[in-house]
């Protein structure tokens, strides 16, 4: 079994995490110290149209241990912190995926991070966050994975594999081009 981090305990990371819980995937979720606090004595509350569910999510301020796939939820301004607060824990046989809008988080990572290890990705699916250990699921959404600096490969199939059990996944061979557009049709 694949153990994943999720780094960044905001709306999208906090939603990734529990849907991968609740799909069986060990899964850590890591944050600032008052949301650990709130998700590890209360759990992690997820309000949808249909109500709402508490889950209970293993939290943690920074990677205790080496993991097979982290997930980089943060805010692009963020990576580099988040990158600095565990790299220790980050081998070179560890997937990184990122979730951020825009190619810059790539980017950013590339400098520390071999970009054959690299997995870009386009969440389709929202959510808000509301205080700590609390977020709204606005809707659901696919989940489009694939390799910014290289042709995927066996590292997207694993993540896509992982992934799948709580998100509609779909693999791209043209993530960067498809987030240039996003950005376009954002703006």
Not at 106 to 130: C, K, Q, W
Not at 136 to 164: C, H, M
Request: with cysteine; aromatic share 8%; proline share 4%.
């Amino acid at each position: 079994m694949q153990r994943i981090a999720v780094i960044g305990a905001g709306a999208i990371g906090s939603v990734v995490a529990a849907n991968l819980t609740k799909a069986g995937v060990d899964v850590a979720l890591i944050g600032r110290q008052g949301q650990v606090d709130a998700v590890n004595k209360n759990g992690l509350v997820v309000k949808k149209f249909d109500g709402q569910e508490t889950i209970r999510v293993k939290a943690l301020p920074k990677l205790d241990k080496e993991y097979d796939l982290v997930i980089f939820t943060v805010k692009t301004q963020d990576i580099e912190d988040a990158y600095q607060a565990n790299h220790q824990c980050l081998p070179v046989t560890t997937n990184i995926l990122t979730t951020q809008n825009g190619v810059q988080a790539d980017n950013l990572l590339s400098s520390h991070i071999e970009p054959e290890r690299i997995i870009s990705s386009i969440v389709m699916f929202g959510a808000t966050y509301t205080k700590p250990g609390e977020v709204t699921y606005n809707f659901p959404g696919d989940w489009i994975i694939g390799k910014p600096f290289s042709a995927n490969d066996l590292r997207v199939a694993e993540a896509e594999e992982v992934l799948k059990k709580a998100f509609p996944v779909v693999v791209t061979g043209e993530i960067a081009g498809m987030k240039w557009l996003k950005l376009f049709v954002n703006f």
